[in-house]
T-cell receptor, first 114, second 113 residues
Framework: DTGVSQNPRHKITKRGQNVTFRCDPISEHNRLYWYRQTLGQGPEFLTYFQNEAQLEKSRLLSDRFSAERPKGSFSTLEIQRTEQGDSAMYLC????????????FGSGTRLTVV | GESVGLHLPTLSVQEGDNSIINCAYSNSASDYFIWYKQESGKGPQFIIDIRSNMDKRQGQRVTVLLNKTVKHLSLQIAATQPGDSAVYFCAENISGNTGKLIFGQGTTLQVKP
């Protein structure tokens, strides 16, 4: 297992299009988190899953955003009708509940909306 | 070299010197703190953590100090190397057992050879 994997690494899309990102966590980790990071800022929490259950969503996650983790393994984050303000790095992280929270981040998906 | 507060974005130090990066956290109820290192184009990388029942923890070349009285966290890097050049973020666990982290703004560390 080589860590948390995110695909694609980069995505350029036109405003109004839908995009979907995928995260493959470390296999034995049962918690998965999505964060968003804009240039020069720290990551901001979006949502998290424990196994397949989505337990919390941030106010940052508007109705255009949806995340799933159907089998408690990989997760997808979809943004519908993208806006220029959605341009950011979308980071995924995973950890094992009961351990500490120094979870492992993936390298992120850089979204640019033009 | 030393950074002060969350709003000094860049710390420049000479190779071999010690670096001190500071962070003020927001919630007195936070029970767990982490320092992350982020290099360009990569996700944050765990460096060291500390629980609120401790005031100091040491790793390899790094030390984290926690002062709960003034809600202050610092990261000390000994004998700073060019490979330490990156953005450093402190993060706090602010909401019990969800593991949700609140990140500070970050400090860019530049190491001059």
């Amino acid at each position: 297992d080589t860590g948390v994997s995110q695909n694609p690494r980069h995505k350029i899309t036109k405003r109004g299009q839908n995009v979907t990102f995928r995260c493959d966590p470390i296999s034995e980790h049962n918690r998965l988190y999505w964060y968003r990071q804009t240039l020069g800022q720290g990551p901001e929490f979006l949502t998290y899953f424990q196994n397949e259950a989505q337990l919390e969503k941030s106010r940052l996650l508007s109705d255009r955003f949806s995340a799933e983790r159907p089998k408690g393994s990989f997760s997808t984050l979809e943004i519908q009708r993208t806006e220029q303000g959605d341009s950011a790095m979308y980071l995924c992280a995973s950890t094992f509940v009961g351990g500490n929270y120094g979870y492992t981040f993936g390298s992120g998906t850089r979204l640019t909306v033009v | 070299g030393e950074s002060v507060g969350l709003h000094l974005p860049t710390l420049s130090v000479q190779e071999g010197d010690n670096s001190i990066i500071n962070c003020a956290y927001s919630n007195s109820a936070s029970d767990y703190f982490i320092w992350y290192k982020q290099e360009s184009g990569k996700g944050p990388q765990f460096i060291i953590d500390i629980r609120s029942n401790m005031d100091k923890r040491q790793g390899q070349r790094v030390t984290v100090l926690l002062n709960k009285t003034v809600k202050h966290l610092s990261l000390q890097i000994a004998a700073t190397q060019p490979g330490d050049s990156a953005v450093y973020f402190c993060a706090e666990n602010i909401s019990g057992n969800t593991g949700k982290l609140i990140f500070g703004q970050g400090t860019t560390l530049q190491v001059k050879p």
